[in-house]
Each structure stands twice: as structure tokens, then as C-alpha cells.
């Protein structure tokens, strides 16, 4: 079984960096691809970023810039770096790990931008 455990997230204010980290267990972790996505209230839930088991990444329009994903094999740790905060940013932040065909989520943490 997939878990996924989020940390990281807090209020910070425009122009701030925050870190989000998720940890994984129950997958091969480095040929897993794994995503961030967000939903704020009210609307749908996003992609932000996205890392292949190879390392390729791509990122939503309204981020490019300003978040990189990466990720440690050897952690089995996916991150998300997220500088330059907006207000708009503000949202629950999920991990999503693609493992055998199911899409896996965490609980999500919390990101407020204020202004």
C-alpha cells in the first residue's frame, strides 16, 4: 500500500520561499513518477509540477519560474521549492504518486500566502 506523507507547508508572506517535502513508502520509489498538485477553495485541484522516474519535469504556466521539483532517491523523498510566493498561491498541496496504474494521493498540506 501507498503512502504519502506531505510536511512543509505554513503561512508566509508575498515574496516568501517555503519547502514542501513528501515522503513515500510501499513503491519502488525511483522509477515511481510523482506530482504536486493543489486545490484552493472553491476550485478544481491542480497540477503544479510533475517529476518522472528519469528526472523530467514539467510545471503548470503560473509557476514556471518560481517552484522546482526534485526529487532523492534515497530518501524516497519528492520536493517541492517554492520561491517568489503569491497570494494566489495559497491552497492545499498535494503529493501524488503514479505507481501500477492508481494514482496515489497524500493528505495535503496547508500553504497560505498572505499579502
Known amino acids: 500500500q501507498v503512502q504519502l506523507v506531505e510536511s512543509g507547508g505554513g503561512l508566509v508572506q508575498a515574496g516568501g520561499s517555503l519547502r514542501l517535502s513528501c515522503a513515500a513508502s510501499?513503491?519502488?520509489?525511483?522509477?515511481?513518477?510523482m506530482a504536486w498538485y493543489r486545490q484552493a477553495p472553491g476550485k478544481h485541484r491542480e497540477l503544479v509540477a510533475a517529476i518522472a522516474s528519469g528526472g523530467n519535469t514539467n510545471y503548470a504556466d503560473s509557476v514556471k519560474g518560481r517552484f522546482t521539483i526534485s526529487r532523492d532517491n534515497a530518501k524516497n523523498t519528492v520536493y517541492l521549492q517554492m520561491n517568489s510566493l503569491k497570494p494566489e498561491d495559497t491552497a492545499v498541496y498535494y503529493c501524488?504518486?503514479?505507481?501500477?496504474?492508481?494514482?496515489?494521493w497524500g493528505q495535503g498540506t496547508q500553504v497560505t500566502v498572505s499579502s
Open positions: 510501499g513503491t519502488i520509489f525511483s522509477i515511481t513518477s
Open positions: 501524488n504518486a503514479d505507481w501500477l496504474g492508481s494514482s496515489n
